[in-house]
T-cell receptor, first 112, second 113 residues
Framework: EAQVTQNPRYLITVTGKKLTVTCSQNMNHEYMSWYRQDPGLGLRQIYY???????DKGDVPEGYKVSRKEKRNFPLILESPSPNQTSLYFC???????????FGDGTRLSIL | AQSVTQLDSQVPVFEEAPVELRCNYS??????LFWYVQYPNQGLQLLLKYLSGSTLVKGINGFEAEFNKSQTSFHLRKPSVHISDTAEYFC???????????FGTGTKLQVIP
């Protein structure tokens, strides 16, 4: 079954404590991306990757890092989380560039 | 720069009635357009997409959308909605030659029995 798996699904943490949200896909897709969803703002793209070792900023990259060392994994790293990064995060992948097709179930982060 | 506007944040409609969810975009170059659906506590699913060719695009679950270049619109329609269509719907645009996808703010469709 085609899947995009995110972990954790829920996390409550404190300001400044580094965290990583993992994302893995089993479809051998080249294109992967991260979004945050906030009420009234829709989804905003944080970072995307067109292939291994190829990443680029989306619309709201500040405070986030990503890496793409393997095709299947695209972790999102918050080096020093702050309360304004409290949000619902989605990872997505697709076979076509720039067209997110398969989404994970989301990770709800609360930064206190 | 590209942008998407979904003017209606909520659309209530009675079951079996038709519905139209509006989407307008802005871009200085050619575009690719998408509609996604998000059911409660789930990720997004791709409903349909316009890449080129016929301006009337059919998607899953009986939905369709029409690309209107002169009006810069990509409205989503369904002739008869069901309770199970209650969800939030997002329009998205990608300008040709670019990899960024921009989403609208979403429209919550509430189907009333």
């Amino acid at each position: 079954e085609a899947q995009v798996t995110q972990n954790p699904r829920y996390l409550i943490t404190v300001t400044g404590k580094k965290l990583t949200v993992t994302c893995s896909q089993n479809m051998n897709h080249e294109y992967m991306s991260w979004y945050r969803q906030d009420p009234g703002l829709g989804l905003r793209q944080i970072y995307y990757s067109m292939n291994v070792e190829v990443t680029d900023k989306g619309d709201v990259p500040e405070g986030y890092k990503v890496s793409r060392k393997e095709k299947r994994n695209f972790p999102l790293i918050l080096e020093s989380p702050s309360p304004n990064q409290t949000s619902l995060y989605f990872c997505a992948s697709s076979i076509d560039r720039g067209q997110p097709q398969h989404f994970g179930d989301g990770t709800r982060l609360s930064i206190l | 720069a590209q942008s998407v506007t979904q003017l209606d944040s909520q659309v209530p409609v009675f079951e079996e009635a038709p519905v139209e969810l509006r989407c307008n975009y802005s871009s200085s170059v050619s575009v690719y357009l998408f509609w996604y659906v998000q059911y409660p506590n789930q990720g997004l699913q791709l409903l349909l997409k316009y890449l080129s060719g016929s301006t009337l695009v059919k998607g899953i679950n009986g939905f369709e959308a029409e690309f209107n270049k002169s009006q810069t619109s990509f409205h989503l329609r369904k002739p008869s909605v069901h309770i199970s269509d209650t969800a939030e719907y997002f329009c998205a645009v990608r300008a040709g030659g670019y990899q960024k996808v921009t989403f609208g703010t979403g429209t919550k469709l509430q189907v009333i029995p």
